[in-house]
């Protein structure tokens, strides 16, 4: 990628950094820590064109927010409808394939996303009887 900066190291490296799946808002205070002169808006177009250029994994769960994961290997995303929790899954083989060969579509950036319930909140339910 062109044009590589030290505000966009920054942002990978704190990305890179975490197994959560950060917001920008919280990327952007991390990021501060190190350059405390960063504005949100420099964020943002950093992690759109890193997003864009396939180096980071911008993930929407439908929550309002854009989630950005540094881990772009393949592997699904497990999102807490209770919690909201993103947990990474991953995957053995090519899910996308069959579907792929069947409608003649080359998949360029695959992002999984699964919708359920995760296990503490399950726990959570079983103990408080469903409430």
Known sequence: MK?????REAIL???????????????????????????????????S???KAGEILCINVGDGF???DGDIRP??????????????????GDP???IAEEHGFIPQIPVYVVYG???????IDEISGGN
């Open 3 to 7: 044009n590589y900066s030290r505000q």
């Open 13 to 47: 490296n704190v990305l890179r950094s975490t197994d959560t799946h950060p917001t920008a808002n919280w990327i952007y205070e991390n990021v501060r820590e190190v350059l405390p002169n960063i504005s949100l808006g420099t964020v943002y177009r950093n992690l």
């Open 49 to 51: 064109a890193l997003s």
């Open 66 to 68: 854009d989630h950005y």
């Open 75 to 92: 592997h699904a995303h497990l999102h807490c409808k209770k919690c909201d929790c993103i947990t990474d899954a991953r995957l053995t």
């Open 96 to 98: 996308l394939s069959e």
């Open 117 to 123: 319930i995760c296990k503490n909140c399950k726990k």
